[in-house]
């Protein structure tokens, strides 16, 4: 089977070299902002007596709310034993709390507390006062560009993430003259 990758389809102009190397610096850059900031927030975060497993279980809470347990260990991709153990320690730490259902007491709905809602904004925030203080080491013009690249970012965001794999089509008649020819095909086996 064929399945060949329409750029129009996808609303992606093709990649030449220049834009893939281009893309490929801008990944690179973004991973190592994101790891400054994730090892900072792991030293933080132990100090304060509160595992990544832990900040994770809080900031999927302050997504979506109170969950059941079974629900919570799908998210956290482990077993409802495993988050049983992450949801105890940080019963403990007074982050979150248990709540059995009156209907079925076999249900347990996991609440985050007042002092884990606070904790979440601490490491949110501190992480705020982190990049912005990284930004004011920018001069205006830096800043100005990285805004308007933040902006262009945003609305490809609203107006729907490309994905190949959607724009892909399996390409078993012959080519439409009409249409422009693809720049890519995948062979699957």
Known sequence: MTVTIDPAATGSPPRSAR????IDQIVAGTAVIAGHRRCAAARRL??????MAHLQTLWILQESGPMP??????????????ATGI???????????????DADRRVVTV???HLGEL?????DGWRSDMLEALLDRLDTDQLARLVNGIDEMRETIRAGEPRESAAS???DRPADPAVPRPTKEIVRR
């Open 19 to 22: 834009r893939a190397a281009l």
């Open 46 to 51: 132990h100090q304060q007596g509160i595992s």
């Open 169 to 171: 089509e399996v390409t």
């Open 69 to 82: 347990m079974t629900h919570l260990a799908d998210l956290l991709g482990v077993a409802v034993p495993n």
């Open 87 to 101: 949801v105890e320690r940080m019963e403990q730490r007074g982050l979150v709390e248990r709540v059995h259902d």
């Open 119 to 123: 904790a979440t904004e601490e490491v």
């Open 111 to 113: 609440h985050p507390t």
